[in-house]
Every structure is written in structure tokens, then in C-alpha cells.
């Protein structure tokens, strides 16, 4: 039976060399840098070998080992991996529950992640090989990490395709992942500027003695333990590493049982009553268009993973910038402009969005004005509602009301010239996006140089008409507190005649080339 496993998945990664010629380089260039990478791994733990401080290392390797096994644990359940092992496709062969998952869990040995593992962990009992007691247990340490680790893999996997198989569940833990990733980026920087010459090694060491007990890092700390003379701890260690891999397999034959009786899940119909949005707003053409902008905001994942994005940058600027010491006084200051930079910026590609629905705003003969005007309404609501509450916060924070002025001027001239200039590439410089129906997080084929011309033009525009208003709230700040008047004149006037100008020449664009529009999202 183990072996019929053992050959199928061979099979299967056999057959994705059999795909199109672009799609197998890229494959194996994947390859290539992971194994890369692990003999990269393996030479820098064969090096650690003649290091002599070995609780330096230890620390280091429990630290490490642990961060791999929450990744092993997390990817699959937030990411989402193509499982072509799952347990529900060998529900009707009558396979025994334990074999089936024995089998299933053998059939992980065989695979690019494992692999890479057993590369890397292989390199670590080089690195504890200082006498026959440190191999013995830095053997088993790796091979209960491994072993762990593939399972863990096996069990996340197995709950994502139990639990998230809906679209939207895909996509709520995918801004879910996206959500880890940023607040990992500030203890990344924390770590960057921590001097490891003073408080490094104590906060290393502090984080590696607790690891070590647990059962994320015990079975990265056995070989260690037992290098630096600790034999009572490294045989306390072994048992929770053990127990570990014995209560994981237990969950994991739990779940095989459970798969092999639960269907898949189906998104469940939600039914509504009434018009939503069209039946609040005016029934004008541009009211029409805001009332379906107003829909996709609220409903389409691609435009509400948008949404959530948007509050997070200023986070992945302030915390860096706070971590590395720079002067926090004026840092308030940053976060609602850099909101409504992306806020204005967000509609850049409107139109795309459509996709071929957008033949009904060619078709119906809609004015491109009233087009342009609809598309920015919900984005202006959310902006303005920024500008109002943040300038606000932002005044009481730094407990400067004198600051208020300039901080509405820049946050608006740096919304309203967004949209402005939204209004012109949206309609003059469509380029393709994520369909409607598919995952947010897809990547489409498209031009990279149309993508990042269209992208910076609105970026650095918005940026180049706020400078004015920049300037003077500089001066305001290093000179005289009155300049803040004149960047709230300034932003507020560039940014209406930009958002003016920019709506009409969208709209004059966008009557001139309807049909290039809806040929491009056909095309696309």
C-alpha cells in the first residue's frame, strides 16, 4: 500500500514537466533555487561544526527550527496548497483510516519541501557531531523534526481543504496571511537594529530557552543540550519532541477518519432583497455608476483586500521608521496623507476592473463624464471621512492644533489629485487585472511596463501637485505656524482643479474610446 502511494506521488511530479515549455523552466528554476538554498543552509551548519560556543548556536538552531515549524503549519492553512493527496480522493477505494493515513503521511517524504528539509536538518547533525552521545540524539532530534514537520504540513493542509475549500473563506485567510506578513516586518526591523553585541545574545537566548520547551523547538534543541553537557534537559527534550509527533499523528489519523465522511463545503446562496445601493442613490447615470462602484467596494474581494491594505501601509512606514530611530514628534504626521495617496491612487485602473460588463457603459451611450464622476464617489466618501476624522487625530496626537490646516491640505490635494489622474489612466491606459469571480491574490498576465508606467504616473503625478502643499506645511513647521494656512489653500486648490480637469479629460477619453476599452477587456 506504501509503496502504490510512494509511486503515485512520483507520477505526479513527474507530470508537471509535462506542462507547456515556459511553465517547466519556471518550475525548475524554482528547483533550482531551492535546493540552492539548502546546500547553501547545509554548508553554513557544517561550518557551525568548529564553532566552539555552542550555546550561541543552540540558540540560534531552536530559534530557527522553531520559525520553520509554525511556517510549515501556517502556509498551507493560509496561503493554500493544491493538495493532490487529499484524503476524500481515496474515499471510495475502502481503504482501513490508519493505513490510508500512514500512507498519505509516507507519500509526504517525496516532494521539494521535504527534501530541502532533510537537507538542512541533515546539515545540523553535522553540526552536533562531538562525540557518539551529541550524534545519537542530534539524529533523533532531526529525524522527529522532520517528521514533524512533513505531518504538521499534512494536518494544515488537510483543515484548509476541509475548512477554507469556499472562495471566500480562500480569500479572508489570505488577507489574513497578508495581515501576518506585515506585523512580522516590524520584528524583523526590531531585529535588524538590535545590538547583538550588548542585549542580542540575552534576548537570542531568552527566546531559545523557552522554544526549547516547547513543542515547536524541543526537537532542534536535543543535539545542542547534549554538545553543551545538558543530558537531564536534551532527554526531557527528546520526550516532548516524541510526544509531539505522537499526538500530531493521532490528529492526523483523526482527520483522515473525518475527510473520508464530510463532503466538501459549498459556498451557501445568500439571497437579498430589494436593489442595494441603486435604490438609495438618485437614479441618474452618474448616481448608477457610483451605486455599482458603491456594490464592488462592499462585495468584490478584489476591491475590499484593496481596502483593507490601505490603513496597513502607514504601519509598514511608521514602525520601521520608529524602530530605527528617527524622531517621532512629526511621525503622526505620515499616516492619514499616505492613506489618501492611496486612496486617489486605488482607482488608477477602474475601469479594467469591469472586465467585459463594461460594453453595458459602452453600449447604453452613458456620458464619459458621469462615468468618471460614478467610478470616484465611494472613494471620495472614504477619503473625505479620512481627511475629517485623521486630520483630527493627527491635531490631537501631536497636541498641535495649528497643524490641522496643513495636514488637511496635503491629505486632500493628495486624494483629490489621485482621482484626477485615476480618472484620465483608467480610461486612457487600461491594463489587465484579476477577473471577476477569481482569488485577489491571482497574478494576470500583463505588460510589466504598461503596469508600472500607468502605476508610477499616478503615484509620482499626485505626489508632483502636492508639493505645494508640502512646502508650505514645511515651512509651517521649521518658520512660521501661518504657512500652515497656505498649504491648506494650496492642496485644497490644486487638488480640486486636478480632480476637475482630471474627470473632464477622463471623460472626453473615455467617450473617444469605448470601443478600445471593451476590446481590451475582451482581450484581457
Known sequence: MVAQFLRLKLALL?????RSPWQVVGIVLGLVYGLGAAALLFALLVGLRTVDDVAIVRDALIVAGSATVVGFILIPLVFGVDDTMEPRRFALFGIDDSKLAFGLAVAALVGVPALVLGIVLLGTV?????????????????????????????VSTGLASLLLSTRRAREFTGVLGILLVVAIAPVLVMVATIDWSRSGLRVLEGFAGF??????????????DASDGQWLPAILKLLIAAATLWIVWLGWKALVRKMLVTPGREASARSYRGLGWFDRLPHTPAATVAARSFTYWVRDARYWVSLVMIPIVPVIVV???????IPGDYLPLIPVPLICLFLGWSVHNDTAYDSTAVWLHVASGIRGTDDRVGRIIPVLFAGLFVIGIGGAATAAVIADWRMLPAVIGVSTVLLFAGLGLGSITSARFPYPVVKPGDSPFQQPQSSGTLTAFVQSLTMVGALILAAPALWFGWLGITRDPEWYVLSLVAGVGVGLVALVIGVWVGGRVFDRRGPEILAAAIKA
Open 126 to 154: 553535522v553540526t552536533w557531531s562531538r562525540g557518539f552521545g551529541e550524534i545519537v540524539l542530534a539524529v533523533l532530534g532531526a529525524a522527529l523534526a522532520f517528521a514533524t514537520c512533513l505531518l504538521l504540513a499534512r
Open 14 to 18: 513527474a507530470n508537471i514537466f509535462r
Open 319 to 325: 514602525l520601521p521608521l520608529t524602530l530605527a530611530g
Open 211 to 224: 522554544l526549547g520547551w516547547t513543542p515547536l523547538g524541543a526537537a532542534f534543541a536535543l543535539g545542542g
